[in-house]
């Protein structure tokens, strides 16, 4: 079986060219599987799209029964490159301490399948890939996508690699959303799902938050409505900005005043100007200059939008048990004290719903002051709570461990 992202079935073709970020959105250094006319991708919005390709990465061994597969699912500004070094940046994959060899999402015992979403902009079509139909960048001409596309679009690449039911879907802040997704649309092709820091709706205060990020993205004049790669300019600025808003909302106020205070940036007293006088303020504007290199303007519009539109319950009255009614799956929810942008009582929202569902249910609370984006971070009790749920459930499974 194969191994790693280096081999693939005939209809899957890796793609490996120079790794500047606009490139990546054509031609990926990554698996692509690409469908056709003959296999639409139907969306929300009452558009299809008749030609999609999806970039993923695999790392592991999927097994003879094809029982040990996890899909990893990423958060808003991440991609599939989950536990390998970066094509751009060069940096670790986003969630390399949490997936390998005897880390606790295990490569020696599970396959892990990690795709770029819908919309996104490493090579799964989105606003910055080449449209087929007219040699240009779709940019704004992209029908709106929402996380249940994504969802559907995972599956067929799931269908694709010929794997019926998936052993787990994992995943934190956007990825806990396509989790929750997947256990509500696919309920017998999910065994066992682990959302972390994430909600079933988003809450008004997140969209007015994201609403901020696109006026800055939409207010920069090398936006152009949209058709920037056309026109060679770039909105740098505006997405700069809508990232640095954004990043506040991943920490908590006693993380940013341990690590910052109110210290001065290399200097010993006020300019009595408007450069970053403080080491916050500097901190800020070199994450929002550093996300620009890598990440597409049109693709945080679309990947926010679709965050926003995200309401589970709504297609059942507004009873979000119903969402989950029947389920098989084993559920772990997991949240974090410090984290306001999706606090814990959204989570025990979801967590009262499987409950009300019947499902098989688990809660972990985090004490920890690194916010949201704790998820993402160095934090020993997630860890063991993710290798003692994925160990508990292989057994239930059936899938060897070894000893």
């Not at 996890?70 to 070094?85: E, F, M, P, S, W």
């Not at 989790?179 to 066992?192: G, N």
């Not at 808003?245 to 408007?274: E, V």
């Not at 306001?340 to 409950?355: D, G, H, I, Q, S």
Request: aromatic fraction near 10%.
């Amino acid at each position: 079986m194969p191994t790693t992202s280096d081999t693939a079935p005939a209809s899957l073709t890796p793609a490996v060219r120079p790794n500047d970020a606009q490139n990546q959105a054509d031609h990926p250094a990554s698996l692509v599987a690409e469908f056709g006319p003959d296999e639409p991708l139907l969306l929300d919005s009452g558009h299809r799209l008749d030609h999609l390709q999806i970039a993923y990465q695999t790392y592991g061994t999927l097994n003879a029964d094809k029982s040990n597969a996890i899909l990893v699912c990423h958060a808003l500004t991440g991609d599939q490159h989950v536990a390998n070094r970066h094509p751009v940046t060069g940096k670790a994959g986003w969630w390399s301490d949490m997936i390998g060899s005897g880390k606790p999402i295990d490569t020696d015992r599970y396959f892990i399948i990690c795709s770029n979403v819908l919309g996104g902009c490493m090579g799964t079509t989105g606003p910055a890939s080449t449209n087929p139909e007219t040699g240009q960048a779709y940019a704004l001409d992209l029908p709106v996508i929402t996380i249940r596309d994504m969802v559907r679009a995972q599956a067929k690449l799931i269908d694709r690699l010929g794997i019926d039911t998936l052993f787990s879907v994992a995943g934190g802040s956007m990825g806990g959303m396509q989790v929750l997704q997947w256990a509500s649309t696919y309920p017998d092709r999910v065994f066992c799902a682990l959302p972390i820091a994430a909600a079933a709706r988003h809450s008004s205060q997140n969209i007015a938050f994201h609403e901020v990020g696109r006026q800055a993205v939409m207010a920069d004049p090398e936006w152009r409505g949209g058709r920037y790669l056309r026109e060679h300019t770039s909105p740098k600025k505006g997405l700069a900005v809508a990232r640095m808003a954004a990043h506040i909302t991943y920490l908590s106020d006693d993380a940013l005043h341990r690590k910052f205070g109110r210290k001065l940036q290399a200097r010993d007293r006020p300019t009595f100007g408007f450069d970053a006088d403080f080491q916050i303020e500097s901190y800020l504007r070199h994450q929002g200059m550093t996300f620009v290199d890598r990440f597409d303007a049109n693709s945080y519009l679309y990947l926010t939008r679709a965050m926003d539109y995200f309401d589970l319950a709504a297609d059942y009255d507004g009873r979000l048990a119903s969402a989950f009614k029947g389920t098989r799956t084993r559920f772990c929810v997991v949240s974090f004290t410090s984290d306001w942008l999706f606090p814990t009582v959204e989570n025990k929202a979801v967590v009262r719903a499987l409950n009300a569902a019947a499902a098989s249910v688990s809660f972990v609370e985090i004490d920890t002051d690194r916010g949201h984006d704790a998820f993402l971070l160095d934090e020993p009790e997630l860890f063991a709570t993710i290798r003692g749920f994925l160990s508990s459930a292989s057994h239930a499974r059936g899938i060897g461990l070894k000893p």
